[in-house]
């Protein structure tokens, strides 16, 4: 079974899964991920009575995009193919970044990184600007998002959803097909996305903002 096999990491070729079998693993995942549930809660210390439908619902079935919702599922699960995963699978032989030669781990690849980093102050003012929120970056706002009763939260945590998107994908561009990897390609594929997917209070103040 496809969602088996992605647990003990026997699938990794991520890429060519078909949407029929991650069509499966989404039908799957309110059944067969508590320990992926629990792993977050247990690092993250949070509450036990923490309800993860909201978070699960907007990422996995809220947004309309089905490759972002793909990179949600992924990042839940901490398999997407970045260095650090694939140097574990031993698809390759080291795990560094090859943009500034450090250790890969996931909050390196999407938070920490310098390339990164520059993003994220451009995806920072633009909520502050925008959404009056001004967010603190972590591990824990990436995975669970902002809190769901906060005014503009649907939002927001769109934001951080497609800039994580953004991220993977300009990852993915250069390392498949020698595209820029750079804080500006990042942005920009973030805003490319916003605006064709036609997110409307996101695509009309993007029009309007300069980073």
């Not at 927001?156 to 990897?181: D, E, H, P, R, S």
């Amino acid at each position: 079974m496809i969602v088996t096999k992605i647990k003990t990491l026997d699938t990794i070729k991520l890429s060519k899964m078909t949407s029929k079998e991650f069509y499966s693993i989404l039908c799957s995942f309110k059944k067969s991920d508590l320990a992926v549930l629990l792993s977050w809660e247990e690092k993250f210390d949070v509450t036990v009575d923490f309800n993860w439908k909201n978070v699960l619902e907007f990422k996995l079935k809220t947004l309309k995009n089905n490759k972002v919702k793909q990179c949600n599922f992924k990042t839940i699960h901490r398999i997407l193919p970045y260095r650090y995963n694939l140097c574990k699978w031993k698809v390759v032989s080291e795990g560094m970044c090859i943009f500034c030669l450090k250790t890969e781990s996931f909050v390196y690849v999407l938070i920490e990184c310098p390339t990164v980093s520059l993003f994220w102050k451009r995806i920072i003012k633009y909520v502050q600007t925008y959404f009056n929120k001004k967010l603190l970056l972590n591990e824990k706002l990436l995975i669970m998002g902002t809190e769901f009763n906060y005014p503009n939260a649907a939002n927001i945590n769109t934001v951080l959803i497609y800039a994580q998107y953004a991220i993977y994908k300009t990852y993915m561009l250069n390392y498949f097909q020698g595209k820029t990897y750079s804080s500006y390609a990042i942005w920009n594929t973030f805003k490319n996305e916003i605006l064709l997917d036609n997110i409307s209070d996101i695509s009309n103040t993007l029009k309007t903002f300069i980073p």
